[in-house]
């Protein structure tokens, strides 16, 4: 298999190669025109190859050079495309609310299911989705896989509180992914329940699980401002939790939001895995990175 990334996801490209003999390297020339146009040539031969690209919707940019190494390695004949996408954004805008607001994760998935089919198929793995419908979005010439980053999760739940600890959901939306998770590890799961006061304001009316005395672990797949995550480990300490830490799957720290967590008090640490580029640019002992790399290469295994 050749191995290609978009330039925000290198890091991934680099450790896959080193973990696994299976993977080629796979060379992209990128360069910037002065009117801010995006140059891209592809210069291994990819005919006749099972090509794989790594590449996340970070931002639309990203997302169009991902589409655009997609669709040219396809034009030069490769025989089966992988596209790997860690993380997939989109997630604010996964249905509308209001007449006429745009499902830009509907329209992004229609864009790569609008990559030509190779000989052997198109095949498109998405980790740890906000909503488990997303993959419904993408049409007939590619086919989805929802690949859940579970072992991970509880590898880091594991080296934070063994097997002594409370799962808990910032709110009811991740109720089911958290109990499941809670019952594979064999411990108990709590969540917050809400109540919206404005557009932007909640208030947490209740705690479904006791947590006094207990180290709680907060479980959300994506953290961004944090802003929601503080509220809720507020409203667990109040329970009288002795102690917070915290997992995501996607750590996207935007707004300085990392620094907002520990700024708290109340976060002993926080885990997250390497889906986006943002987790790792992060130094700080605060936060705990976890690869997703093995679990990649796992997929081309089945």
Same mark, same amino acid.
Not at 104 to 128: C, E, H, V, W, Y
Not at 160 to 181: C, P, Y
Not at 182 to 206: H, P, W, Y
């Given at each position: 298999?050749?191995?290609?990334?978009?330039?925000?996801y290198?890091?991934?490209? /680099?450790e896959?190669?080193?973990?696994?003999? *299976?993977?080629?390297?796979?060379?992209?020339?990128?360069?910037?025109?002065?009117?801010?146009?995006?140059?891209?040539?592809?210069?291994?031969?990819?005919?006749?190859?099972h090509?794989?690209?790594?590449?996340?919707?970070? /931002?639309?940019?990203?997302?169009?050079?991902?589409?655009?190494?997609?669709?040219?390695?396809?034009?030069?004949?490769?025989?089966?495309?992988?596209?790997?996408?860690?993380?997939?954004?989109?997630?604010?805008?996964? *249905?509308?609310?209001?007449?006429?607001e745009?499902?830009?994760?509907?329209?992004?998935?229609?864009?790569?299911?609008?990559?030509?089919?190779?000989?052997?198929?198109?095949?498109?793995?998405?980790?740890?989705?906000?909503?488990?419908?997303?993959?419904?979005?993408?049409?007939?010439?590619? *086919?989805?896989?929802?690949?859940?980053?579970?072992? +991970? +999760?509880?590898?880091a739940a594991?080296? +934070?509180?063994?097997?002594?600890?409370?799962?808990?959901?910032?709110?009811?939306?991740?109720?089911?992914?958290?109990?499941?998770?809670?019952? /594979?590890?064999?411990?108990?799961?709590?969540?917050?329940?809400?109540? *919206?006061?404005?557009?932007?304001?909640?208030?947490?009316?209740?705690?479904?699980?006791?947590?006094?005395?207990k180290?709680?672990?907060?479980? /959300?797949?994506?953290?961004?401002?944090?802003?929601?995550?503080?509220?809720?480990?507020?409203?667990?300490?109040?329970?009288?939790?002795?102690?917070?830490?915290?997992?995501?799957?996607?750590?996207?720290?935007?707004?300085?939001?990392?620094?907002?967590?520990?700024?708290?008090?109340?976060?002993?640490?926080?885990?997250t895995?390497?889906?986006?580029?943002?987790? +790792?640019?992060?130094?700080?002992?605060?936060?705990v990175?976890?690869?997703?790399?093995?679990?990649?290469?796992?997929?081309?295994?089945?």
């Amino acid at each position: 298999m050749i191995l290609f990334a978009t330039r925000k996801y290198e890091y991934l490209k /680099d450790e896959i190669i080193k973990i696994d003999s *299976r993977f080629e390297l796979g060379e992209v020339k990128t360069n910037t025109f002065p009117d801010g146009e995006i140059y891209h040539q592809i210069c291994t031969t990819v005919a006749q190859q099972h090509v794989v690209i790594i590449g996340g919707t970070t /931002d639309d940019s990203s997302t169009l050079e991902l589409y655009d190494i997609a669709i040219a390695c396809e034009q030069l004949g490769a025989n089966k495309l992988s596209i790997v996408i860690p993380y997939f954004g989109y997630a604010t805008m996964e *249905r509308a609310v209001k007449s006429g607001e745009i499902v830009k994760a509907k329209t992004r998935a229609l864009l790569f299911s609008s990559i030509p089919q190779t000989p052997f198929g198109n095949d498109i793995f998405l980790f740890d989705l906000h909503t488990e419908g997303l993959p419904y979005y993408f049409e007939k010439n590619c *086919r989805t896989v929802h690949v859940y980053c579970k072992n +991970i +999760i509880k590898e880091a739940a594991a080296e +934070i509180g063994n097997q002594n600890f409370v799962l808990a959901s910032t709110d009811a939306g991740r109720a089911k992914w958290v109990e499941s998770l809670a019952n /594979d590890m064999n411990v108990n799961a709590t969540l917050c329940f809400k109540r *919206r006061i404005s557009g932007n304001e909640t208030q947490i009316t209740s705690i479904s699980a006791d947590v006094k005395d207990k180290l709680v672990i907060i479980y /959300d797949d994506m953290i961004r401002t944090g802003g929601s995550l503080i509220q809720a480990a507020k409203a667990y300490k109040e329970a009288g939790a002795s102690n917070i830490a915290v997992i995501t799957t996607h750590g996207l720290f935007i707004q300085d939001a990392l620094q907002k967590l520990k700024n708290a008090g109340i976060i002993q640490c926080v885990y997250t895995t390497n889906s986006h580029p943002n987790s +790792i640019a992060i130094q700080d002992d605060f936060l705990v990175v976890k690869s997703i790399a093995k679990l990649i290469t796992e997929q081309f295994s089945l």
